[in-house]
Nanobody, 114 residues
Framework: QVQLVESGGGLVQPGGSLRLSCVASGRIFSIGAMGWYRQAPGKQRELVAHITSGGNTNYVDSVKGRFTISRDNAKNTVNLQMNSLKPEDTAVYYC????????WGQGTQVTVSS
């Protein structure tokens, strides 16, 4: 009922920046909170940033001051601006949206390496 498509991942050097975008389609009128999660090989998926329909945000401690989540309800998009990237930020980043159940995008790979 809800489809999420991420884009913007890639290879970047430490200290660089990337901007991830997620576009929602389908039955999107009742979507509430949206967020970005990431998962590295052998590790659990973790919440990176979260934003409510009203614009309230929260971040995992490790990205505070470096990442910014935003959403455009008119365009049905949520973005993640990632600055000052570190090698430990390397992971597959997933977009998520809550309606009746939680929906997930396919993920976009972010690799931070020198």
């Amino acid at each position: 009922q809800v489809q999420l498509v991420e884009s913007g991942g890639g290879l970047v050097q430490p200290g660089g920046s990337l901007r991830l975008s997620c576009v929602a389609s389908g039955r999107i009128f009742s979507i509430g909170a949206m967020g970005w999660y990431r998962q590295a090989p052998g590790k659990q998926r973790e919440l990176v940033a979260h934003i409510t329909s009203g614009g309230n945000t929260n971040y995992v401690d490790s990205v505070k001051g470096r990442f910014t989540i935003s959403r455009d309800n008119a365009k049905n998009t949520v973005n993640l601006q990632m600055n000052s990237l570190k090698p430990e930020d390397t992971a597959v980043y997933y977009c998520s949206a809550m309606r009746v159940v939680r929906y997930w995008g396919q993920g976009t790979q972010v690799t931070v390496s020198s």
